[in-house]
């Protein structure tokens, strides 16, 4: 009798580990293949495969726990330094704006002091028949015409006669003090 029990205990953990594995229901695996109940000849309900996945899920949880508590660590270690990099770089962007606003106002003033000095030197030359004017100065003149010197650095060449009277009263006196300095005037 003892030796039945014995091998009706190897066939029950026998079929209870191939129903557990088999994804079988629990209530078939309670009894043996003799239809004894498992628990009758002392072997515990519980599916050893069950039990395993069960810790490597407990495993997995405090790992990820672990792993969760690690990066909110991290991200307290790193706010000061985001906050402190990020402050920087918001005070080097305000540095160059302000360098390139004083490079601008530096340009503009340049360019202002330029068109005064221009303008002191410059007088409006008008033609002979009144309706063409050009604010310039006078860069060279001969017999044959002048040379004007615009704002902008161009140059425009004028015979003398399209000049109006004024202005060619203007070119014989630059013509004049420039012969009698000895300063052989080029063509233009």
């Not at 519980?46 to 407990?58: D, I, L, T």
């Not at 140059?155 to 009698?180: K, Y």
Request: proline fraction near 3%.
């Amino acid at each position: 009798m003892t030796r039945l029990l014995a091998l009706t205990a190897i066939f029950s953990l026998a079929s209870y580990d191939y129903v557990g594995a088999c994804g079988g229901s629990e209530k078939f695996a309670s009894r043996g293949s003799f239809g004894v109940p498992v628990a009758s000849v002392g072997v515990p309900m519980v599916n050893p495969m069950s039990r395993g996945m069960a810790v490597q899920q407990a495993q997995f949880a405090m790992s990820r726990q672990a792993a969760y508590a690690q990066a909110a660590a991290y991200n307290a270690r790193m706010q000061p330094i985001r906050y402190a990099n990020a402050n920087r770089a918001r005070q080097e962007r305000l540095a160059h704006r302000e360098a390139r606003k004083e490079v601008r106002l530096a340009k503009l003033e340049a360019k202002r002091q330029a068109e005064q000095i221009f303008l002191a030197k410059a007088r409006t030359w008008t033609d002979s028949t009144g309706n063409h004017q050009v604010v310039a100065i006078l860069a060279d003149a001969n017999a044959w015409g002048v040379k004007l010197q615009k704002q902008d650095g161009s140059t425009v060449n004028v015979p003398m006669e399209n000049l109006s009277s004024p202005d060619q009263s203007v070119a014989a006196a630059f013509i004049a003090r420039g012969m009698g300095n000895g300063v052989m005037l080029a063509g233009l």
